[in-house]
């Protein structure tokens, strides 16, 4: 089978591609070195100038590490998922920091409570008009709750695994949820990552262990497998 490599390029994953696709996108300009280039069977992603005859100028069989034997397909030793905020190559994750996160957490709940609170409000006036203020109030509320919720859900998860990759406040904020290889979540991961962040709430510092963790995840994160990461 031929072999399909993905691309990460200013913190997008792109692919997969055959390796005379690969080529071609290097003759044309289209992927540099300090691209990062990741194929099933590696460990982790590699700078495209490592890959072999994929540019005139990078090693050759003589400069590798390895020597004549080196193989370009083998395991790579750079890690796309540990690049520092520092790291100004095209295709390295930025972690977000606390703050951004947090400032995108307060401007979600603000973007969900206007959401909901007009439709709530309608849903339980409905009720009261049909089975009666006291009755009304009490199915109106519930059915609120409900309607809240899942609009909730709807909201991250909608969001998260759009092209975007990213809720509103996220967007604003300029952040993005992805999986550990830098690509957009499927709607199972995004699901879990939603539901993971009551794990987070109940332990409280949950949701500050972006401050100490080299990855800068939140526990519903490490969880669901997922990185919050500058756009």
């Keep these: 089978m031929a072999s399909q490599w993905h691309v990460g390029r200013g913190g997008q994953s792109t692919g997969p591609y055959s390796t005379e696709q ?11 070195p300090g691209d ?6 590696m460990a982790e992603w590699a700078d495209c ?25 083998q395991s790579p030793t ?13 295709g390295r994750m930025v972690y977000a920091e606390f703050m951004p996160r947090l400032g995108a957490l307060i401007l ?11 439709p709530g409000f309608v849903i339980v006036f409905g009720c009261m008009m049909v089975f009666g203020q006291e009755s009304g109030t009490a199915i109106g509320s519930v059915i609120s709750q409900l309607f809240s919720f899942f609009a909730q859900v709807a909201y991250y ?6 092209a975007k990759q990213a809720t509103w406040g996220k967007q604003i904020v300029g952040i993005k949820v992805t999986d550990l290889n830098g690509r957009r979540l499927t709607v199972g991961r995004s699901l879990g990552r939603y539901f993971a962040k009551i794990l987070s709430g109940c332990t409280v510092i949950g949701w500050f262990l972006p401050l100490f963790t080299e990855k800068k995840q939140a526990l519903h994160d490490i969880v669901a497998g997922t990185l919050v990461l500058d756009r």
């Excluded at 979600?108 to 007009?118: A, V, W």
């Design 157 to 162: 998860v909608v969001l998260e695994t759009s």
């Design 108 to 118: 979600d709940s603000i973007f969900i409570t206007l959401l909901t609170i007009i």
């Design 36 to 41: 990062l280039v990741w194929k099933e069977g």
């Design 78 to 90: 750079i890690d796309v998922t540990t690049a520092s905020s520092d790291d100004s190559g095209s």
């Design 22 to 32: 690969l080529r071609d996108m290097a003759a044309t300009g289209r992927i540099s």
């Design 49 to 73: 100038a490592t890959v072999q005859g994929l540019f005139p100028a990078t090693r050759t069989a003589e400069s590798s590490p390895g020597g004549p034997d080196w193989n370009p397909y």
